[in-house]
């Protein structure tokens, strides 16, 4: 009966970690980008093309260029999936050339919501988004006072968003430690229940 009890647990243990994992990956994106190094921010562009073996940016894995964003998931913190949705944590840069530079996370890639003024987050073709940067009126004019009041605004912008996508990461990271904390509580619960009962058993038999 104990090993009965036992194995009963390490098959739960087993199926509450394949769905957390299952929940936690994403599987690859039906439509991939034309560009390789599509929502990479550009001053990240040297990382990912200085060597041939790139590694997560966590230190955890490394891959080749021909994974950079191939619709499968193959760094925990997304740095090989920055262009489509494949990775929950990885971040989508958008250039929005003429206006303001934004940072998306992946979620938001091809979710039928223009976000990027370029369209450059929508090319699965399932909506048409027209580049609007330069028609609001966010060309860069020549004037010096113009420039500098437009990059300070430009960073204050960047800075917000960024802020955003860090509140977002850390949402998403509760999240996931909710799981953890859940399945945790199922194991425990189910491990003092069978010793519960071995409890009531032995208490049985030593009346009889």
Known sequence: METGGLNFISLLSACLLITFSSSSSSSSSSI??????????PGDLKYYTESKLIKCKDGSKSFTLNRLNDGFCDCPDGTDEPGTP????????????????????????????????????EYDGSISCPNTCFEDGNVA????????????????DLQRKENTVNLEDL?????????????????????AFHLFRRHIKSRRRRYR
């Open 32 to 41: 991939l980008p034309t560009s390789p190094y599509l929502g990479i921010h």
């Open 86 to 121: 494949a990775c929950p944590r990885s971040k989508f840069y958008c250039r929005n050339v003429g206006s303001t530079p934004q940072i998306l996370f992946s979620s938001r890639i091809n979710d039928r919501f223009c976000d990027c003024c370029d369209g450059s987050d």
């Open 141 to 156: 004019n020549n004037s010096e006072e113009y420039y500098s009041k437009r990059t300070y605004l430009s960073n204050f």
């Open 171 to 191: 949402i998403q990271k509760l999240k996931d430690l909710k799981v953890v904390v859940i399945i945790e509580v199922v194991l425990v619960s189910v491990i």
